[in-house]
């Protein structure tokens, strides 16, 4: 049988939806374990079958998925996996988000606006699941969206530790690509030991991955910049943001984020920049017509096993990001 068991009994199995399965078997090779065997099937009119072929009770369950296109799929997969779980008498559930599905729903711009951020983790609660575990959530408030424990896990050490290595930290300049990112921008400049810019963007509320403008505040002439950001999904905000550095003299642009939506024209838009370097880790996967060289993809497997580990044993997750917030 797959799973952990301590000298005290308690259970540990992890599940995976179909969404992204590399990710969960990295997952679980980290752990020392295997995947539960799981039936998964789509009927003809588009309802989602579920089973799982060995027993769930009274063990500690974790069930990954990470919310890719198609994604309103994966997330319903996903509810009927965790209610699968509690109507097997698991001893606890924990749903596992490496990508967060409407993250960007987090608040209301205009009236008459869901928070659809709100309504997703009602609808893991209400399924059945007791804890949140997430990469990077899009903003901190989402944690206070669940009524429950929620481990917020960071990219950050691995997406900086990465471009430290890689870049001549005398002549990096971090740039947050908007106010939203300026915290998280600072920490990276502490870790690094780098000064920080930013780029002041005026964006159309009424158009999805539309700006207006965007101006550097900060000095860039000649410096090594890497724009940070949680996610990339259509490439045209942080290639903006890109272009805006060059035309302020840049030497040279690297953009690190956590997350690679990469929807619509997002192959283009990397294809044609003048980046050099895109690095995301792998907590969505990468498609098809993306296997490019000049992106890099980190793994976010170990940092997802060692909070599961902490969880399950009933450490501390905390202790695994200190510094980062």
Known sequence: MSGITTSGEKKLKLFSGRAHPELAREVAE???TELVPTKALDFANGEIYVRFLESARGADCFVMQSHT????????????????????????ITA??????????????LGREPISARLVADLLRQAGADRLMAVDLHTAQIQGFFDGPVDHLFA?????????????????T?????????????????????????????????????????????????RVCVLVDDMIDTAGTICA?????????????????????????AADRLKNSRVSEFVFTNTL????????????????????????REVFEEGSVTSLFEGVH
């Open 30 to 32: 980290a752990l020392g």
């Open 69 to 92: 296109a198609p994604i309103n799929q994966w997330i319903m997969e996903q509810l009927i996996m965790i209610d699968a779980l509690k109507r097997a008498s698991a001893k606890s």
């Open 96 to 109: 596992i988000l490496p990508f967060y599905g409407y993250a960007r729903q987090d608040k209301k711009h």
């Open 156 to 172: 950050l050490p691995l997406l900086a530790d990465y471009i430290g290595e890689k870049v001549d930290r005398s002549k990096l």
């Open 174 to 222: 971090v740039v947050s690509p908007d106010a939203g990112r300026v915290k998280v921008a600072d920490q990276w400049c502490d870790r690094l030991d780098a000064p920080l810019a930013i780029i002041h963007k005026r964006r159309d509320i009424t158009q999805a991955n539309t700006i207006l403008s965007a101006d550097v505040v900060g000095d860039v002439k000649d």
């Open 241 to 265: 943001a890109a272009d805006a550095l060059f035309d302020n003299g840049a030497a040279d642009v690297v953009v690190a984020a956590t997350h690679g939506v990469l929807s619509g024209p």
């Open 285 to 308: 996967p990468t498609p098809a017509s993306l296997q490019l060289d000049k992106i890099t993809t980190l793994s976010i497997a170990p940092s997802i096993a060692a909070a599961i």
